[in-house]
């Protein structure tokens, strides 16, 4: 009679690719969350999880901004590239 040991190792196959090149990683993306903050990476789902459904959207050369209007008569603006992803500052 053999007695074989079974291996016990995790392997990791592939990651969840969230469209943005996972640029932000589970843990930035909940401290964005956290911080109410829009960083370079978030997708628009997540952006609308955190702030809600936008006052105004503009789409203007495959640019798309989504306008928050806050208090006071101040506005918040999120700009998207081509990809559904939060752009940098440039």
Known sequence: RRNTQ???????VGQ???GCGNRLSPAQRRQAII???TP???TK???ESLLGR??????????LRYTYNL???RSNNVT???NGCVKGKP
């Open 45 to 47: 789902r997540d952006v």
């Open 80 to 82: 998207f590239d081509e």
């Open 40 to 42: 370079p990476g978030m």
């Open 6 to 12: 079974a291996s016990k190792e995790i392997v990791v």
């Open 71 to 73: 208090k006071k008569g």
């Open 16 to 18: 969840q690719e969230d």
């Open 54 to 63: 936008p006052d105004k959207i503009t789409n203007r050369n495959g640019e």
């Open 35 to 37: 911080n109410q903050r």
